[in-house]
């Protein structure tokens, strides 16, 4: 599917206005052609968005979902309940929902509480007593508020509204939980992918095009991959979409890196050679979350085809046939190693990355978070009992096949002025070999932007589609 733009936005679950700190004003701004598309003033919460945005590997982000317009909630009574040490608000739908002292407290909005420009807590922890109990407690109808005044005088108002989003029945904060992991993932095989890889032009992307972006970002969320078409064919057009989708990452390797054949290559990448499926950077604790690979100039002649895969997929197919295997791949981990020079960055400097991580990450539900796997900077040193070492490689290899079996990887060659963007932690990626010959050089730009600033792209740009007349 070639998603027209605009036409996921009707799709997208609407970032809810209603659950913002009071007072906020919009500060969400569009920059012009060529530069960053959508940033906020000092990077506040841009309107409509509540602080309840999550971090952490793979995609625990997103915007609050609201759907339609929720009906109004209304508080008809608030009960001083003293042997829960709650405020149980009464609404007018019948619900009851208590709201312990103590969080009333913590969460006054107040000027003294609650600072109004930078929309966070003021309020210090050790200003906070935690057997607290409020003097009075009194519904304002009118205001639709609910005001607590406490022991020393300190009077606190909360809109109805805002106390009905912070809800601690089970029920709403399983809601919002949901919420937060943001449109759903789409596993895929090659038959799926070769219908839904998005395609969309780098002048429309980069231009400030809010539907292409939207459209762009939402695709990167579902299904890790996205094309950017009709790039210039100049190194430059990788920053420029890093700068649009979030902020360019950098690395050892520069800010950017340059995929080309050298001699005495620092990098299995700068080398003719077939790049089995890998992600990037597996020596990073902090892998970078979305990889840009721009083709400049395509080998001309046989081999050089991009290959990706989808390793959540595999990672699945892999739990369903062998468990075993799955289990070992989630809890015992793989060193990863990169040492060397990198003479062509900016910054000229020697690395030393280490870093140890399991194959598969999953979340408290056992959902595939993240997946790292990469071949060459695989370390030699393998820190596992014995009898593991081989049941690992077991798990390598079954995993490699997948990836490489016809039915789950998508294999194209990259014209001259593409753009792959894809997830770095879940969809892997490699080439075919080729053969370099002196009027035929393939040349690449690379670089990452992380899912922090990708996710806080993709809220600011549905929350300003959503406010569009
Ligand atoms: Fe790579
Ligand atoms: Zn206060």
Redesign the pocket.
């Known amino acids: 599917m070639a998603a027209a733009a605009g036409r996921c936005v009707c799709r997208l679950p609407l970032v809810t206005r209603a659950v913002r700190r009071p007072p906020v004003t919009s500060r969400g701004v569009i920059r012009p052609l060529g530069a960053a598309a959508a940033v906020t003033d000092r990077h506040r919460p841009p309107v409509g968005l509540s602080p309840l945005s999550g971090g952490g590997p793979g995609r625990r982000y997103s915007v609050q979902a609201a759907g339609q317009p929720a009906p109004l909630h209304q508080v008809v009574k608030a009960v001083n309940n003293r042997t829960s040490g709650c405020v149980d608000l009464v609404w007018n739908f019948g619900s009851v929902t208590p709201f312990p002292y103590v969080w009333l407290r913590d969460s006054c909005l107040c000027p003294d509480c609650f600072h109004p420009t930078t929309l966070s807590r003021s309020l210090r922890i050790d200003q906070l007593q935690v057997d607290i109990e409020p003097q009075s407690v009194q519904n304002d109808g009118a205001a639709q508020q609910l005001v607590v005044t406490w022991p020393d005088g300190h009077v606190s108002r909360y809109p109805h509204q805002w106390l009905r989003e912070r809800s601690f029945a089970k029920r709403d904060v399983n809601a919002r939980r949901k919420q937060l992991d943001g449109p759903k993932t789409v596993l895929w095989d090659r038959a799926t992918m070769d219908r839904h890889l998005l395609r969309v032009d780098y002048d429309r992307l980069v231009g400030g095009d809010l539907a292409t972006l939207h459209d762009a970002l939402h695709h990167l969320i579902v299904y890790g991959l996205v094309l950017v078409r009709k790039a210039p064919t100049d190194f430059g057009a990788v920053e420029e979409i890093g700068e649009t989708l979030g902020h360019v990452r950098p690395t050892h390797y520069g800010k950017t890196f340059r995929v080309a054949s050298k001699v005495d290559a620092n990098n299995l990448?700068y080398t003719a050679n077939e790049?089995a499926p890998?992600?990037?950077l597996t020596y990073y604790e902090y892998m970078p979350g979305v990889?840009m690979?721009h083709c400049i100039s395509q080998h001309i002649g046989d081999g050089g085809e991009s290959i990706f895969s989808d390793s959540f997929h595999v990672a699945e197919v892999i739990r369903a046939r062998r468990p075993d295997l799955f289990h070992l791949l989630a809890t015992v981990p793989f060193e990863f190693a990169d040492i060397g020079e990198e003479a062509e960055s900016r910054s000229r400097c020697r690395f030393h990355k280490i870093h140890e991580r399991t194959m598969f990450c999953m979340d408290e539900d056992g959902n595939i978070t993240q997946v790292a796997t990469?071949n060459p900077v695989r370390s030699y040193r393998l820190n596992v009992p014995l009898e593991l070492v081989k049941p690992m490689y077991e798990g390598l290899r079954m995993f490699n096949d997948l990836c490489r079996h016809p039915d789950n990887q998508l294999t194209f060659k990259m014209d001259n002025g593409d753009v792959a963007v894809f997830n770095n932690r879940r969809v892997t990626?490699?080439r075919l070999g080729f053969t370099v010959t002196e009027d035929s050089q393939r040349t690449l730009e690379?670089g990452y932007v992380d899912w922090d600033d990708i996710m806080c792209r993709y809220r600011i740009v549905t929350d300003l589609l959503r406010e569009r007349p």
């Open positions: 990448a790049l890998h992600m990037d990889q690979l990469n990626h490699g690379g």
